[in-house]
């Protein structure tokens, strides 16, 4: 019988995830039943999220079990279809598994369609990371012309979209990443105005102030911690805060305690709210096609950092949270067409 | 020449504040000019917000000079008036002095209609905290029949309006106060469905949790620190957070730290908005028309925690950070048509 592999959480991490909370495992290769489709894994998605599931608590997805095949957002070919939806050769992109081959139901998978960009991109700019940065920043940060729009992780895959988008709106826009290779990326390839590389920066509220000197009018939130502290003293009245993501808190094995903040949004009366692209589901397609509108008219540039083959997935995760991806962090795993 | 008291700030209060920063000074009674109102003082407010005035720090207004008289909400006789609208005897409400007798613009103050109700509720349920209660709960807590909502600082002026709102909107109400004497006052008299006495709780958490078996949809936040900390886990998917007060906080003397939240806001997508009553400037008289109907029916009930003597006016204000008031805390300073 045909064989696959696939990467299964060997133990919950206990602040910073290591290689040992993984094990890679030869199954055997499912098939698909009546309505399904197999699918042979060409690029896997790692995500900050992901984290979050590592972890043995109810958040807004379940935990994954010990000893279960981890899920992953994957680009793949149809191997063999059950479904009148797909046909061997199609290729199409779905929350899989982190694994070489996966079965799935036909209406689990949307189609790729390879002539709007390289079929990457539907695990980047043109899937979840791109959505998330098109409905967060519009919808909750609702930038204006002449706001100042401040994304953390800003080089990243969904923060770099975000800054894009914020400039598109007329917005001033400031990024903060964690090397000058990725602050240079925002300011000279991508039209961020100023970006500050964290890492370098002994007193960020200073830097922060001397990169906004109108305060802040939108926060998109990637990071929390240190970097979030700096930004909400100098929050604008009526500035709006879109909380994606807290990657600076995600291996924390304490409560992480912090500056209290709430009396600022008294003074401004500031609104912030939690982001999650699943609320987006019905406004997806709108999303896609806009942004793969300004890709194509090159008003939106993306990188992708891919590591090559399966049994690095889970290097390419912890490579999460030292920062070490510019752009979306891929795993290629298989080739179209082998 | 006739003479009038004041309280002026005597110096800023590092932490709590005490009697010390408080002066009270004899000075020249003022006399109207043209458009303007000698107002004589029969109740002044005084408010938590005060705390922020005596802070040399920008927020949302301008803090108090040392050496100058000290801003409050009064309601008070017109004794003299060099304006078409007012005539002498006529009682009115505005934001005056912590003074006997003040002179105003006439179109800084409001007319107080006798008739709605005893006149000192112009500073309370039908002023400046019932108009927070009303905009603050319905406009940014946005209550539906059969939510769980949570506020602080229950049986305070703005705490036991907001409670009350919310009953009305058919929600579960639970309430926070620092005596058996207030949380029997919520769950007898208000129609609280549950009242935590915070200082006897060892287990906040615990007493929430119990205290909201189906989470909360609705936070109206009046005093943050630990109280706050023992809500914020407990919010439910979509739930809104309506930032009134942070009173745990005011007297720090240093950034005070807690538990840090935001990914919280993640999982639940739950907004944070900061409130402040100035800003529905324009929605006073509606909010003012249905308190004053729900006071007439009995349907919102109010209490005046009521200080004697001009003399006592920093006694008062310091016992709101003591919890000492149920309901409004109000000086009265001076007889009608004495």
């Known amino acids: 019988m045909a064989t696959t592999r696939q990467w299964q ?68 070919e149809v191997l063999e279809s059950e479904a009148d939806e797909f046909a061997a050769g199609d290729v199409v992109t779905g929350n899989l598994l982190w694994a070489e081959h996966a079965v799935a139901d036909a209406d689990e998978l949307q189609p790729v369609n390879p002539d709007l960009g390289p079929i990457s991109t539907a695990l980047g700019v043109l899937g979840m990371p791109g959505v998330t940065a098109f409905w967060g920043l519009l919808d909750v940060g609702d930038p204006n012309p002449g706001d100042t729009v401040v994304v953390s992780a800003a080089a990243g895959a969904v923060g770099s979209v975000v800054g894009q988008l914020a400039r598109i709106s007329g917005a001033r826009v400031v990024g903060t990443a964690g090397s000058d290779e990725k602050t240079e990326w925002l300011t000279e390839e991508l039209g961020f105005d100023a970006a500050i590389n964290y890492k370098e920066t002994d007193d960020l509220g200073s830097a922060m102030a001397e990169a906004c000197p109108d305060g802040i009018d939108v926060y998109f939130d990637n990071v929390g911690g240190p970097i979030t502290d700096a930004v909400w003293p100098r929050l604008n009245v009526h500035s709006r805060v879109a909380v994606c993501g807290q990657i600076a808190l995600y291996n924390e094995t304490e409560v992480p305690t912090g500056p209290r903040k709430l009396a600022k949004l008294i003074e401004t009366r500031a ?9 987006y589901q019905d406004r997806w397609g709108e999303a896609l096609e806009r942004l793969s509108t300004f890709v194509q008219e090159d008003e939106i540039r993306y990188r992708e950092n891919v590591v090559e083959g399966f049994e690095n997935a889970p290097d390419a995760f912890l490579g999460l949270f030292e920062g070490e991806n510019i752009g979306k962090q891929l795993v290629k795993v298989g080739e179209r067409g082998d």
């Open 9 to 76: 959480l060997a133990s919950r991490p206990v602040g910073e995830p290591t290689a040992e909370n993984f094990d890679l495992v030869t199954v055997d290769r499912p098939e698909p039943d009546d309505g399904e489709v197999l699918v042979k894994t060409l690029y896997q998605s790692v995500d900050p999220y992901m984290r979050g599931r590592m972890r043995d608590a109810e958040s807004y997805a379940e935990p994954w079990d010990v000893g279960d095949p981890m899920e992953a957002g994957v680009v793949g």
């Open 271 to 279: 609104k912030v709210e939690g982001l999650l692209v699943g609320d």
